[in-house]
């Protein structure tokens, strides 16, 4: 199966599913909660980058045009960003194989940093409150995931970027880890809890 094909399949599957997590700076208490909505997974492949190469622009159908075969891996070879360019300081191709596990990463038990990116000097030009950094096991890649509100005045967040990282280290001021839920229509699952979390 193409590395696009995975990721927009498996990205499928957490459309409806929302994540809670509770982090914690200086005693304050932060509550995140996280969602998916099948327009993100345009942005988070990184298909914005390639305008070399024509690829359908429907956002809610990106799904559907790589279903049917009008965006393949074969397709997106043709650009010259797929591979890794100086103007991007990571390649569209890696960042679309890992995204087919981004599930895994946002589900790894408290093994993964966040930090948020308010007043803390963080210079990147991604439009994020927190980033998440996240390592599936020795050997494996560590990856960006860039969360911002979902819009302006809204309580939800999305993911607004994810790639792995390369010549340049992202962070911010590093929060803590108080309890990491994930939610479906099948219940809730407790992903981690910290010895410490008592939310009264």
């Known amino acids: 199966m193409d590395d696009i094909s995975a990721a927009a399949e498996n990205f499928s599957k957490i459309i409806g599913i929302k994540y809670h997590f509770v982090v914690s700076r200086s005693r304050k208490i932060r509550d995140i909660i996280l969602d998916f909505q099948i327009t993100d997974l345009f942005h988070l492949c990184g298909l914005h980058y390639l305008k070399d190469i024509q690829i359908p622009q429907d956002r ?16 997106l070879k043709k650009s010259q960003y797929y591979k890794r360019n100086s103007s991007l300081g ?3 191709s890696s960042r679309i194989h890992e995204l087919q596990f ?17 007043n803390s000097g963080t210079s990147s030009m991604i439009n994020a409150e927190y980033i998440i950094e996240s390592c599936l096991g020795i050997g494996k890649p560590l990856v960006y995931i860039f969360l911002n509100k979902r819009a302006h005045g809204d309580e939800v967040y999305c993911l607004v970027s994810f790639f792995v990282k390369d010549n340049v280290t992202y962070g911010g001021e590093c929060l803590y880890w108080m309890l990491k839920e ?19």
Do not use: A, C, W
């Open 60 to 75: 809610k159908k990106t799904v559907v045009y790589i279903q049917n075969g009008q965006i393949t891996d074969e397709m």
């Open 182 to 200: 994930k939610i479906s229509d099948k219940g809730t699952i407790e992903l981690f809890r910290h010895k410490d979390f008592n939310p009264g």
């Open 90 to 92: 990571h390649d569209i």
């Open 102 to 118: 981004l599930e895994q990463y946002l589900d790894n038990e408290n093994i993964i940093r966040i930090f948020t990116t308010k």
